[in-house]
């Protein structure tokens, strides 16, 4: 079963930067969206940000302005490079992805995910 391989997690002071990457550790084709999520201890999964196949990109209001996602097309590759971390950004990380497949009746969207990466950010 093909899924998701997140690296890059780890502990950093609250203010640095952490890189995260995602790569599948099969062939995915016709990847659509890919997009990064979050659980905090206690609290549910939650989106942190999200990037289009054309590269339209779209964050959580909580990272704007600190946070990018990238994509590597070829590879199939997601990246999310964190800046000024928070205490706040400690949880585990998880990295999606969906593949489109066009049927007689319509569209279906399969999920892929990693098993996550811990980031804890440490004031």
């Known amino acids: 079963q093909v899924h998701l391989v997140e690296s890059g997690g780890g502990l950093v002071q609250a203010g640095g930067s952490l890189r995260l990457s995602c790569a599948p550790s099969?062939?995915?084709?016709?990847?659509?969206?890919m997009g990064w999520y979050r659980q905090a201890p206690g609290n549910q999964r939650e989106l942190v940000a999200v990037?289009?196949?054309?590269?339209?990109?779209n964050y959580a209001d909580s990272v704007k302005g600190r946070f990018t996602i990238s994509r590597d097309n070829a590879k199939n590759t997601e990246y999310l490079q964190m800046d000024n971390v928070k205490p706040e950004n400690t949880a585990v990380y998880y990295c999606?992805?969906?593949?489109?497949?066009?049927?007689?009746?319509?569209?279906?969207?399969?999920?892929?995910w990693g098993r996550g990466t811990q980031e804890a950010v440490f004031s």
């Open positions: 099969g062939s995915i084709l016709r990847i659509n969206e």
């Open positions: 990037i289009s196949s054309g590269g339209i990109t």
């Open positions: 999606n992805a969906k593949s489109t497949t066009r049927e007689v009746w319509g569209v279906s969207i399969k999920d892929y």
